[in-house]
């Protein structure tokens, strides 16, 4: 079974820890947690990181990996792999089109003074509040890309900020961009204008050649 890395989001409801001692001598503590999720279901995890801060009945973040369980094929061992900044609760519709529009309220991420990967497509629609289940998706992303590959962690960065990074920067610059349906410059950000007179597509770039469809 592949291992992919996921996000668990939901309140604490057992913590059990159990110490012992490994092959070489190394001490190692287990933590097995009961979380309920924010979707309501119950899962088991474990972890063998820091868990001396934990609390039942903290809502808390992590991300974890699945490993196949021979006994129990329904549900694979959920490995915690590390705690990520908590998020709100989920209680909001995953759909985005149940949200009344929002008072326009300016993407924070914008102000980042970290330059962004891809030029963003500024165009002027006021954005949504921001919708923690998509967030929650964002991040769920953001690891992912991470772990393939494609968002290689700066070095004297920690991984708990590079994700919360990488997930504001797909956040504000994929998930909350207009759909746009044909004919539109992804690469610029505008619309391409058609030509009558050469049955094309395109639109001005300043100083360059124009940018063809
Ligand atoms: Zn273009």
């Given at each position: 079974m592949a291992t992919t890395t996921q996000t668990v989001s939901g309140i604490i409801q057992e913590i059990k820890r159990q110490d012992g001692t490994g092959p070489s001598g190394k001490p190692w503590t287990k933590w097995s947690l009961k979380i309920q999720e924010d979707s309501g279901?119950?899962?088991?995890y474990t972890w063998f990181g820091d868990g001396a801060g934990l609390r039942t009945g903290e809502h808390a973040v992590f991300t974890y990996s699945t490993k196949e369980n021979p006994n129990n094929a329904q549900h694979p061992y959920r490995n915690i792999q590390s705690r990520m900044p908590d998020l709100p609760p989920v209680h909001q519709p995953d759909d985005l089109s149940d949200m009344p529009p929002g008072p326009?309220?300016?993407p924070p991420a914008a102000e980042s003074p970290v330059q962004p990967l891809?030029?963003?497509?500024?165009?002027d629609v006021p954005p949504l509040?921001?919708?923690p289940a998509a967030i929650g998706a964002c991040a769920n992303h953001?690891?992912?890309l991470i772990v393939a590959g494609y968002y290689p962690k700066p070095e004297g960065r920690t991984m708990d900020s590079w994700i919360w990074e990488i997930r504001d920067h797909i956040y504000w610059n994929v998930n909350q961009q207009p759909c746009m349906n044909g004919h539109f410059c992804y690469r610029h950000g505008e619309p391409f204008i058609h030509s009558t007179r050469t049955d094309s597509w395109g639109h001005v770039v300043e100083g360059?050649?124009?940018c063809m469809e």
């Open positions: 279901e119950n899962h088991y326009g309220i300016p891809i030029v963003p497509i500024v165009i509040p921001p919708n953001a690891v992912d360059e050649e124009p």
